[in-house]
């Protein structure tokens, strides 16, 4: 006789799995992301690191505005960011009358971001006017950059017009007339809303991106003042009250050398729309927040900014600032994508235990940190150097970190967002969650102000064959590895070795047109060398200041994994990592004895 139980016996519990009760008891089980986070506090790394390269008065005043803004990160602003990323701006070619009027509408959230990026922390103008946070000069460019890289840990797409606003006013301050400067230079500066000029820089044309030398604008003379015919292709910004371009004088020279730098505002001193249209609205891959279009210029009126023949020569002194801040954002953005990673790993369970104790998850980890902790030492350091660029050999340094890091950081970016969307598994995938978002944004790094090759070119072919910049950056290094008398002998040589290798690599490349196709690997390795020098000084400062040798440990991973190409695979040589990778991951002080005994293991 078979039982056949009576179906009531199970009604209760099967009722139970489908009510809501038990929906959200399951759903205790997903890990969260990084919303409601300080993302100041809790970024030790950059803590430990700022009084390295700030000095004590400047960091005890921005550090409650740093903290600031690190909580709206995690929170008002965390949320502002997905509104505005949910809800693009859109193109209204007209008003209710049939008029052309072409205005581009923003989300009230993008707006009230741009308030906080403007209006409170005035992050566009601290490094070019006193006054901004109540500090009586100009902040250094290295704070400018450290707002920047918290900021774009939430929202990238805005620090392209923040940063654009800064060094597009100092190109008219430089090279415009009086009355340009009296009309334009303080209002972009403003952090009052109801006054502020937003900024862009139209350069790409169907014609050419990165050759930019290719440009077809042209200029027609116009009494004192010029008008501008044809059309720019990737405008970012393009709703700005003031836009920087490039364009070339009616009758000029083919190429680069016959373009000339102008100024275009979008209202008239009457009050009149200029003669240019927004032709349509970018549907961009990432930074949907921030408006790219198309435009088209029928007889704008410009004002020449310096030489005709020098536009591109003037354009490109902003190229350091707009680099670096490129660095800033790829730099904040894997900080942001490493801490989501912690957070799901480590409130995940696979298997009965977190997914961060999994051995293979935590190697991987590794591979989103190291890269992390290699661009905010980068950031730090290329924006310190930033502050002497009047200086000849700080021009030098200046000159080459600024492509190398472009091109290594913005590209490490990508590899790091995909982790992390990897370590938060099937959820990282869904738009609910920051994953994509992150993803999307850390491709358009890689296109801006030069793609991957056009930043590796110029490190290599113009900077090293034609300035001979490399030569002090390697001094600089090699004399700071001969300071580090805390240094471990055999890993001291082994860091000198590999900074002469890698520099010797890039002088023969530079050498030979024939070697172009080397010249990514080229810049590569000079960042992997300069940041791995970095690291272990970073890390010996720390310790001989009662604090964490940590990035002793991450100098010796750079060393490893991304200098080295005949890595030894066996077991044997790679034990020390399971150490390192426990000391690493944990939130407790390195000491710099069990740093010093891991470097050399």
């Known amino acids: 006789m078979n039982y056949q139980p009576d179906s009531s016996t199970f009604a209760a519990p099967a009722e139970h799995l489908a009510g809501r009760e038990a929906t959200a008891e399951r759903s205790r089980k997903l890990a969260p992301d990084c919303a409601g986070s300080n993302f100041f506090a809790v970024d030790h790394n950059l803590q430990a690191l700022l009084p390295q390269?700030?000095?004590?008065?400047?960091?005890?005043?921005?550090?409650?505005?740093?903290?600031?803004?690190?909580?709206?990160?995690?929170?008002q602003l965390y949320d502002l960011a997905d509104l505005a990323e949910r809800h693009p701006p859109a193109l209204r070619q007209r008003d209710r009358y049939g008029r052309d009027d072409e205005m581009v509408e923003y989300h009230p959230a993008y707006q009230r971001m741009e308030e906080i990026a403007y209006g409170r922390y005035g992050i566009h103008a601290m490094s070019y006017r006193p006054g901004v946070l109540g500090w009586p000069e100009k902040l250094p460019p290295i704070v400018k950059y450290v707002f920047q890289y918290i900021f774009s840990q939430t929202e990238f797409g805005l620090m392209c017009p923040v940063n654009i606003a800064g060094s597009s006013s100092e190109l008219i301050r430089r090279y415009g007339s009086d009355e340009a400067r009296t009309r334009f230079v303080d209002r972009m500066l403003s952090q009052d809303m109801s006054e502020l000029y937003r900024a862009a820089q139209f350069m790409t044309e169907k014609a050419g991106g990165s050759d930019v030398g290719a440009a077809e604008?042209?200029?027609?003379r116009d009494g004192e003042n010029w008008r501008l015919w044809g059309e720019k292709w990737f405008c970012s910004n393009v709703s700005a009250e003031v836009v920087v371009l490039l364009a070339r004088p009616e009758g000029a020279q083919a190429g680069g050398k016959g373009l000339g730098l102008f100024v275009m505002p979008k209202y008239l001193p009457d009050g009149t729309r200029n003669a240019y249209r927004v032709v349509r609205i970018k549907d961009k891959l990432g930074s949907k927040s921030m408006a790219s279009g198309e435009v088209r210029l029928e007889g704008a009126v410009a004002y020449q900014l310096g030489e005709l023949d020098r536009g591109l020569k003037q354009m490109l002194e902003m190229v350091n600032s707009s680099r670096v801040s490129h660095l800033a954002r790829a730099a904040g953005m894997m900080r942001r994508c490493l801490n989501e990673a912690l957070v799901a790993t480590r409130n995940r369970n696979a298997f009965g235990r977190s997914v961060i104790d999994h051995p293979l998850m935590r190697r991987q980890l590794m591979k989103l940190m190291v890269p992390t902790e290699q661009a905010l030492s980068a950031l730090l350091f290329t924006?310190?150097?930033?502050?002497?660029?009047?200086?000849?050999?700080?021009?030098?340094?200046?000159r080459i970190m600024t492509p190398i890091c472009k091109y290594r950081a913005c590209r490490d970016n990508v590899t790091v967002a995909t982790g992390s969307m990897e370590a938060r598994g099937g959820n990282g995938y869904i738009e609910d969650w920051p994953n994509a978002k992150l993803i999307r944004d850390a491709h358009l790094g890689v296109l801006w102000d030069g793609t991957s090759n056009i930043n590796a070119l110029?490190?290599?072919?113009?900077?090293?064959?034609?300035?001979?910049?490399?030569?002090?950056?390697?001094?600089d290094l090699l004399a700071r590895l001969n300071r580090a008398e805390d240094l471990p002998g055999q890993f001291r040589t082994r860091l000198e070795n590999s900074v002469r290798q890698a520099f010797a690599f890039a002088s023969e490349i530079a050498a030979e047109p024939s070697n172009e196709?080397?010249?990514?690997?080229?810049?590569?390795?000079?960042?992997?060398?300069?940041?791995?020098?970095?690291?272990a000084e970073e890390g010996l400062r720390a310790a001989a200041a009662g604090g964490d040798a940590r990035r002793l440990l991450l100098a010796r991973f750079v060393l490893e994994h991304r200098l080295r190409d005949n890595l030894t695979l066996n077991i044997a040589s790679l034990k020390w990592e399971e150490a390192a990778i426990d000391l690493l991951l944990s939130d407790e002080p390195v000491s710099l004895s069990d740093a010093t005994l891991l470097v050399v293991a």
């Open 53 to 75: 390269y700030i000095e004590t008065k400047l960091l005890d005043h921005v550090r409650p505005h740093l903290d600031g803004l690190g909580e709206l990160c995690g929170n």
């Open 217 to 220: 604008l042209v200029a027609v």
């Open 383 to 398: 924006a310190s150097v930033s502050a002497s660029e009047d200086q000849p050999e700080a021009q030098k340094i200046l």
């Open 458 to 475: 110029d490190a290599i072919h113009r900077s090293i064959k034609k300035e001979r910049a490399h030569l002090i950056l390697e001094q």
């Open 517 to 535: 196709r080397f010249c990514r690997l080229a810049a590569g390795q000079l960042y992997h060398a300069v940041t791995m020098v970095l690291l």
